[in-house]
């Protein structure tokens, strides 16, 4: 096999790439292109692998997929299934977990700017814990609580001063960060200050999100360090219990060949063993640890089929070879250079014998899927997929140009299953007037 695999991805009887045993040709004939296809067996491998390295050492644990990843219904029924939680960053995350039937006790809600409605929507959908941000949503929440006279249980996130090795749009635990409570200038301190003084705030613990796509696991280390030091401090500060300390996600996954992550479960190991280690030399209660991964559990399971269509050979300097979709239903090469491995489905094993540059078919010039994919011979009408796009890829489609975003489809022991339709051109002027 030439190409770089996961989970059931291989080249089948008939020499053509297969995922979940079913025939990606007859998937592209079936629901049209592109498409997005989840290898369903993949995910639950990557959600049990996490479950399996807290099951083994007996911990405290919750594991909250990042939904914003990607957040579908069908997604949420998968991960109820699985028996995970779910973390969500809008109004539209809740109302999709919601129509799912998610135990909406299972979810935790993050996000530097909820806004009033939000909230609201998120106290009376019961959702299990509100991830404070900063001090107007401490007002805002406080004030929303006291109106309905409930009582919400919370976690503070830090910023625990960590620059984490990955892209600068990927970094969020720097003290220079748009997202939650500096702990070197004493905002953290002052925010539980508050916690502790509500009536209706339950303070929980300590939430921190060093970053994205991270391939080492020191920068996991040092935040774990940095959440136990202000969980011991504020135990003597404040007489205060942390019950349960959140690690965020940004696990790294491998996109090409040149990507090196670790296994999934190792970033958990190190950080899991790292707290308590912490934790005992600071006799310190045995607190949950909480995971948030949303990338390392659904981006290999991805993958995305083309229709090949036209190309532009100039002589001397490029190959392009034009694909149906593009930025609209993958934005991340023209937002963060991202890149990404192709081969030709029905022969996958060919030997490549150009090299091309992937275009999407949008009015852009940064629309490129892949720059330098080594590839098969190609005729128009060939389906091309691009394997890893299971993570920020349909949850950050689009409608530019006015193209309708493709249909998602699960697959798993030969079955496949339409989970996501198509829009269709009336689905694009619904809204108009
Ligand atoms: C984005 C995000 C995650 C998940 O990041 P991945 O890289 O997809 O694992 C987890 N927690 C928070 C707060 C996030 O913003």
């Known amino acids: 096999m030439s190409y770089y695999h996961y989970g059931t991805i291989q080249t089948n009887s008939a020499g053509h790439l297969a995922i979940g045993g079913v025939d990606t040709l007859a998937l592209a004939e079936k629901y049209g292109t592109p498409l997005y296809v989840y290898d369903v067996a993949l995910i639950r491998e990557r959600i049990r692998g996490f479950k399996k390295v807290f099951e083994d050492r007996k911990l405290k644990y919750h594991i909250s997929y990042a939904s914003k990843a990607f957040s579908v219904k069908a997604m949420y029924r998968l991960l109820k299934e699985e028996g995970i939680g779910a973390d969500v960053v809008s109004g539209g995350e809740i109302y999709t977990a919601q129509q799912a039937g998610f135990p909406m006790a299972q979810t935790s809600f993050n996000g530097n700017n909820k806004s009033r409605a939000e909230l609201e929507m998120a106290v009376e959908a019961g959702v299990g814990h509100i991830i404070l941000d900063n001090f107007h949503e401490i007002e805002l929440l406080e004030a929303i609580l006291t109106e309905k006279q409930v009582k919400m249980p919370v976690l503070l996130r830090v910023t625990p001063g960590i620059s984490a090795h990955t892209h600068e749009y990927d970094m969020t635990g720097q003290i220079d960060s748009k997202f939650g409570f500096d702990i070197k200038s004493g905002q953290a301190d002052q925010a539980v200050a508050q916690v502790i003084a509500s009536e209706n705030l339950i303070y929980e613990g ?190 950050m489609a689009n409608n530019y140009n006015r193209n309708p975003r493709p249909a998602v489809v699960f697959v798993e022991n030969g079955q496949s299953q339409l989970v996501v339709r198509r829009e269709t051109y009336q689905n694009l002027t619904q809204l108009d007037i």
């Open 206 to 395: 300590i939430h921190a999100h060093v970053g994205s796509q991270i391939f080492e696991t020191v920068g996991f280390e040092k935040a774990a360090d940095a959440l136990v030091n202000l969980a011991a401090n504020w135990a003597q500060t404040f007489d205060l219990t942390t019950k349960i300390l959140n690690v965020g996600g940004g696990f790294g996954v491998r996109y090409t060949a040149e990507d090196e992550p670790l296994a999934p479960q190792t970033y958990v190991e190190n950080i899991v063993d790292e707290i308590m280690k912490q934790v005992q030399a600071k006799a310190l209660p045995e607190p949950e640890i909480w995971i948030e991964p949303g990338r390392s559990i659904v981006a290999e399971a991805g993958t995305t089929l083309y229709t090949i269509g036209s190309r532009k050979d100039i002589p001397d300097v490029r190959h392009y070879l034009d694909v149906d979709g593009g930025m609209g239903d993958n934005i991340r090469p023209a937002l963060y250079q991202s890149e990404y491995d192709a081969v030709v489905c029905n022969r996958p094993d060919d030997a490549p014998v150009e090299t091309v540059t992937i275009a999407g078919k949008y009015c852009e010039s940064g629309d490129m899927l892949i720059h330098d994919q080594p590839l098969a011979a190609t005729q128009p009408g060939d389906i091309l997929a691009t394997f890893v796009t299971g993570a920020y890829g349909y949850a």
